[in-house]
């Protein structure tokens, strides 16, 4: 398993697909960023990783740490997370749950998606009602 390098300019699904691989092949994936930019693309493609994941019945963890990388002769810090499978997620679903659904995944994600579409949070209309989505 080598280091998955994600930069600023990575695409999060793109870099979510790459952690969901990695892990289901060897249940533990290691990502390596440099910078804001970096970091914050790294830490949107684990949680998007968990969402890809969890509809495969695993559960995983981070755990982040720093370590020294070498680039062009210059020593930098990096931000290390590793991410790897906790257990299992139960998959009895109740009659009528089928995998994917939104049940399923409230269910598996532990909480409600109320307000949410295709990952983007809804907004209210002047009247009140929710909206389309962001």
Known sequence: M???KVSAHSKC?????????VI?????AEVQAI???AVNQAAKAVAIARSYLALDGLDVV????FTEVSIADQVRTALKLVVECRQPIEFSS??????GSR???ERVMGGSLEGQVHGA?????PNGEKGAGV
């Not at 699904?13 to 691989?21: E, L, R």
């Not at 981070?62 to 740490?65: H, R, T, Y």
């Open 121 to 125: 949070a809804r907004i209210a209309s």
């Open 103 to 105: 049940q399923f995944l």
């Open 24 to 28: 289901r092949d060897c249940g533990r």
């Open 62 to 65: 981070l755990i982040p740490s």
């Open 94 to 99: 109740p009659a009528g749950e089928r995998r």
């Open 35 to 37: 910078g804001a930019g």
């Open 2 to 4: 080598g280091v998955l």
């Open 13 to 21: 699904t793109a870099v979510a697909g790459a952690i969901a691989g």
